[in-house]
């Protein structure tokens, strides 16, 4: 038979995320607003949420809740989790319930290990990337995933990937579900920072809870 026929790629198993990017307004009032807390050493103490993250990495601190409110990010996560869920599952949420949001700094040889999160929805995305993440050490036609974030699923298996790598680019961000499993690998060149911001919220317990316990 030599009709060639039309193939279809169907994906229906796994989490679903999504990617958008941070409006520039948006990305600007968050690196100063982390620039600022840096040089404050009394915010940088008070804010400090190192020892409840997964990170070994240079710093993690909290962003403050009116913060968030009044630089947009709230509405901007809010707004794109809803359009997430409605296209995604043909469902409205009426409720976005910020539980934290962060800032992870990462240098040169630091790492996140495979965690995942609380809540219902979480998300990642990049406010500062080197220029350079290094090479890899033997060949240089090897993947070279210095500085990815990797999300982690399921099996490895025929038809099937258990992961999947993200390349960070400034303004990026992906939401995915809490339970999903990530990691971010270490960098090496030269010693600038990996600048990333997460959160975790509550949805609507309705639309979360698909096993209506």
């Given at each position: 038979?030599?009709?060639?026929?039309?193939?279809?790629?169907?994906?229906?198993?796994?989490?679903l995320?999504?990617k958008?990017?941070?409006?520039?307004?948006?990305?600007?009032?968050?690196n100063?607003?982390?620039?600022?807390?840096?040089?404050d050493?009394?915010?940088?103490?008070?804010?400090?949420?190192?020892?409840?993250?997964?990170g070994?990495?240079?710093?993690?601190?909290?962003?403050?809740?009116?913060?968030?409110?009044n630089?947009?990010?709230?509405?901007?996560?809010?707004?794109?989790?809803g359009?997430?869920?409605?296209?995604?599952?043909?469902?409205?949420?009426?409720?976005?319930?910020?539980?934290?949001?962060?800032?992870?700094?990462?240098?040169?040889?630091?790492?996140?290990?495979?965690?995942?999160?609380?809540?219902?929805?979480?998300?990642?995305g990049?406010?500062?990337?080197?220029?350079?993440?290094?090479?890899?050490?033997?060949?240089?036609?090897?993947?070279?995933n210095?500085?990815?974030?990797?999300?982690i699923?399921?099996?490895?298996a025929?038809?099937?990937?258990?992961?999947?790598?993200?390349?960070?680019?400034?303004?990026?961000?992906?939401?995915?579900?809490?339970?999903?499993?990530?990691?971010?690998?270490?960098?090496?060149?030269?010693?600038?920072?990996?600048?990333?911001?997460?959160f975790?919220?509550l949805?609507?317990?309705?639309?979360?809870?698909?096993?209506?316990?």
């Open positions: 038979m030599n009709e060639q026929s039309r193939v279809e790629v169907i994906r229906p198993f796994g989490p995320i999504a958008v990017k941070i409006p520039e307004k948006i990305l600007n009032e968050l100063n607003y982390v620039d600022k807390i840096i040089i050493e009394k915010k940088s103490k008070d804010q400090d949420f190192g020892k409840h993250l997964a070994n990495v240079t710093q993690e601190f909290l962003l403050d809740q009116e913060f968030i409110k630089s947009g990010w709230l509405q901007f996560l809010a707004n794109c989790t359009t997430w869920i409605n296209s995604s599952m043909n469902l409205k949420i009426t409720e976005f319930n910020m539980i934290k949001s962060w800032i992870v700094r990462q240098f040169a040889n630091e790492y996140n290990p495979v965690h995942w999160h609380s809540g219902h929805i979480s998300g990642a990049f406010l500062k990337v080197p220029e350079n993440l290094g090479k890899t050490f033997q060949d240089q036609k090897k993947n070279n210095n500085g990815k974030l990797e999300l699923h399921g099996n490895r025929f038809l099937s990937t258990a992961k999947y790598t993200i390349e960070p680019k400034v303004g990026d961000f992906y939401f995915f579900p809490h339970y999903l499993m990530h990691h971010v690998y270490p960098f090496s060149g030269n010693n600038e920072e990996r600048r990333s911001i997460s975790n919220a949805i609507d317990k309705k639309i979360f809870d698909v096993f209506g316990s």
